[in-house]
């Protein structure tokens, strides 16, 4: 049985007092777990969870930029199938949209191309920002190819392999014995490989990275983390062994 803060910090992620119970003892490793004490917030409404998926967002890229499986966004990549089913009907467009305003207000990007030698740069004129003139047409296409088709979960069965210059799956590409005595494939892989915003059908998460700018992360440190801490900042929960509820102490601020 433990009581912990909902925020224990500025800058920490919800239910951080809390991480030895499920991680340590109860195992639960998934980023699920927070989430669903979350949404058992007394009174806690729509405007609150999208909030939360904001701030999960924006917060967890991690330094300048990463990969996008590297984000924590629980809407997206919710192990729990009972959560997945609870969330997703109801906050999928509009959890795309909050990152498509982060987008259109300069304080994220996203990018196909960086150089190995100096990853700390986000800027490059290959940047979807830079893509097309009208940056919200950019906005629409990027979304429609990578969130409404799902690139941005993309399975390894799901990934085109390119030998000699023709598409493969994993199915049908040429293969080889190595000398270990197993099969390797001839093709490369496209989901783990660059690409291009003209080639959408070899994205994934794992070849387009998102980056925060420096006007997101002020954005995000002198409005964002604040108002999220100073809203829940006075309530606590009760926890028992088997991570179920007791109580709620205190109240959101609003």
Known sequence: MAIGRVMAGVNCIAFDEFYGLFENRLKRYDDDWDFELFLQIPNI?????????????????MGDSCEFSDVRFPLFFAKSENLANS???????????????????????????????????????????????????AWIYFRDNFFYKNAFGKNCDEDILIYEGKEYTRENCPSYINKEGNPVLCGYSTMFG?????????????????????????????????????????????????GNI??????INR
């Open 45 to 61: 409404t729509k405007a609150d969870i999208l909030e939360y998926f904001e701030n999960n967002f924006l917060g967890t890229i």
């Open 87 to 137: 969330i997703q009907p109801n906050y999928n467009s509009e959890n795309v949209s909050i990152i498509g305003q982060l987008f259109l207000a300069g304080y994220i990007d996203f990018g196909s191309y960086y150089d190995d030698k100096d990853r700390d740069r986000i800027d490059y004129p290959t940047n979807l920002s830079y893509w097309k003139e009208d940056k919200y047409q």
């Open 194 to 242: 660059e690409t291009s915003w003209d080639t959408p059908k070899y994205w994934s998460q794992y070849n387009i990275w998102v980056a925060r700018t420096k006007k997101g992360s002020k954005y995000l440190e002198e409005i964002l983390e604040p108002r999220f801490y100073n809203k829940y900042k006075d309530l606590s929960v009760e926890i028992d062994d088997n």
């Open 246 to 251: 007791i109580r709620w102490i205190g109240g």
